[in-house]
């Protein structure tokens, strides 16, 4: 059994988590106190224009051949490129083999990158929201580009890296588009731990949980003395709300700064998703930006856009996945323990995290 204390500043519990429950966390607040190295914040390069960057404008002839631009016509406000260096691609076929219980698969895909903004050092909580919803879009455009493409590719994964320990080898803001003919493990663990879910009880476990998050509150006492243990207040876990989208601090945050949107309304499908509708989630993504930026500034970090597969069950999935945003801040280094266990160990509290998040004044 957990400890739970009602001194939330001494915490030392295993939470599990409800989307995927062989994915657990430690949560070991006095780990904090330890000697350690945190990862080093990025610095930011603020300049609005680097000559020798291949992603500032009129550097194009630097970047692979265009894939599109927003706007069309004029000078461009987001670009797409090839990426130089791809990890799947379609330029050669190559059959997989299967060698005794060795197995391979063509590694075909796409890999390219989208050029968030033309300033060079403009963070994502510093554009204007109408910037933020255009680039949705152009995020959704391309999925939907892709999917059509080619039968074979049953998932495409947007992400954006921040700071070399996130993976980003330019400091140019952009994100990337990585289409491939599997679905990832970790996204086929959510998928098909919510279709168990929803089979069970019928309603999707992400929309159970927003609905917690907005309405559900608990006290829980010691049977023995009848000291209150610990207190679940309504809006505990939020941090911004929008019209039509929120974003939640999770119960079991394997990052100390981990955050997740979520449409309001259950959507499983990010491409279902109403261009009306992209306004609101960029202001709260704008918003909860600004608010990580406010309280731990210059972190390295990596978010990324889950959304449900376009494989032979995407229907049958549909009632029970839920596509979201997670944004996973890199404040410390992973330990052997982590690595080795596949547990991650957060060192602060998640009900004080989003205490001090949504305390900031916008």
Same mark, same amino acid.
């Given at each position: 059994?957990?400890?739970?204390?009602?001194?939330?500043?001494?915490?030392?519990?295993?939470?599990?988590?409800?989307?995927?429950?062989?994915?657990?966390?430690?949560?070991?607040?006095?780990?904090?106190?330890?000697?350690?190295?945190?990862?080093?914040?990025?610095?930011?390069?603020?300049?609005?224009?680097?000559?020798?960057?291949?992603?500032?404008?009129?550097?194009?002839?630097?970047?692979?051949?265009?894939?599109?631009?927003?706007?069309?016509?004029?000078?461009?406000?987001?670009?797409?490129?090839?990426?130089?260096?791809?990890?799947?691609?379609?330029?050669?076929?190559?059959?997989?083999?299967?060698?005794?219980?060795?197995?391979?698969?063509?590694?075909?895909?796409?890999? $390219?990158?989208?050029?968030?903004?033309?300033?060079?050092?403009?963070?994502?909580?510093?554009?204007?929201?109408?910037?933020?919803?255009?680039?949705?879009?152009?995020?959704?455009?391309?999925?939907?580009?892709?999917?059509?493409?080619?039968?074979?590719?049953?998932?495409?994964?947007?992400?954006?890296?921040?700071?070399?320990?996130?993976?980003?080898?330019?400091?140019?803001?952009?994100?990337?588009?990585?289409?491939?003919?599997?679905?990832?493990?970790?996204?086929?663990? $959510?998928?098909?731990?919510?279709?168990?879910?929803?089979?069970?009880?019928?309603?999707?476990?992400?929309?159970?949980?927003?609905?917690?998050?907005?309405?559900?509150?608990?006290?829980?006492?010691?049977?023995?003395s009848g000291a209150v243990r610990r207190k679940i207040n309504v809006g505990q876990y939020v941090v911004e709300r929008g019209e039509k989208f929120i974003a939640i601090k999770p119960f079991a945050s394997r990052y100390e700064w981990e955050v997740h949107i979520l449409p309001l309304t259950h959507q499983a499908d990010f491409?279902?998703?109403?261009?009306?509708?992209?306004?609101?989630?960029?202001?709260?993504?704008?918003?909860?930006?600004?608010?990580?930026?406010?309280?731990i500034g210059g972190a390295q970090y990596n978010f990324f856009l889950h959304s449900v597969p376009h494989d032979a069950q995407q229907d049958a999935h549909a009632p029970s996945y839920h596509w979201h945003l997670e944004i996973c801040p890199r404040t410390s280094i992973p330990t052997g323990f982590e690595l080795g266990s596949?547990?991650?160990?957060?060192?602060?509290?998640?009900?004080?995290?989003?205490?001090?998040?949504?305390?900031?004044?916008?």
């Amino acid at each position: 059994m957990s400890e739970i204390q009602a001194d939330s500043s001494d915490v030392r519990e295993i939470r599990i988590n409800p989307i995927v429950p062989s994915e657990s966390v430690l949560v070991a607040t006095a780990r904090s106190m330890r000697p350690k190295k945190a990862e080093e914040l990025a610095p930011r390069d603020t300049r609005k224009h680097v000559d020798t960057c291949p992603f500032c404008r009129g550097n194009e002839h630097k970047t692979p051949p265009l894939i599109m631009a927003w706007p069309e016509t004029g000078d461009w406000q987001i670009r797409m490129v090839e990426n130089l260096y791809p990890v799947l691609g379609d330029d050669r076929a190559q059959s997989g083999f299967t060698f005794g219980l060795q197995q391979t698969i063509d590694g075909y895909g796409r890999h $390219e990158v989208i050029i968030d903004h033309h300033e060079h050092g403009t963070a994502i909580h510093e554009m204007d929201e109408s910037h933020l919803a255009a680039l949705f879009g152009v995020y959704q455009t391309r999925m939907r580009q892709l999917f059509e493409s080619d039968e074979r590719l049953k998932y495409v994964l947007i992400f954006k890296n921040f700071g070399p320990a996130a993976g980003a080898s330019i400091p140019h803001t952009h994100s990337q588009v990585i289409a491939m003919p599997v679905v990832p493990v970790n996204v086929d663990a $959510e998928v098909s731990n919510s279709a168990i879910h929803y089979a069970k009880h019928h309603h999707c476990i992400f929309c159970a949980l927003i609905d917690e998050a907005l309405t559900f509150e608990a006290t829980l006492y010691d049977r023995a003395s009848g000291a209150v243990r610990r207190k679940i207040n309504v809006g505990q876990y939020v941090v911004e709300r929008g019209e039509k989208f929120i974003a939640i601090k999770p119960f079991a945050s394997r990052y100390e700064w981990e955050v997740h949107i979520l449409p309001l309304t259950h959507q499983a499908d990010f491409l279902d998703l109403r261009g009306e509708d992209m306004a609101d989630l960029a202001r709260v993504l704008k918003r909860t930006m600004a608010r990580l930026d406010a309280v731990i500034g210059g972190a390295q970090y990596n978010f990324f856009l889950h959304s449900v597969p376009h494989d032979a069950q995407q229907d049958a999935h549909a009632p029970s996945y839920h596509w979201h945003l997670e944004i996973c801040p890199r404040t410390s280094i992973p330990t052997g323990f982590e690595l080795g266990s596949g547990l991650f160990v957060n060192t602060i509290n998640p009900e004080q995290a989003a205490e001090r998040l949504r305390a900031i004044t916008l």
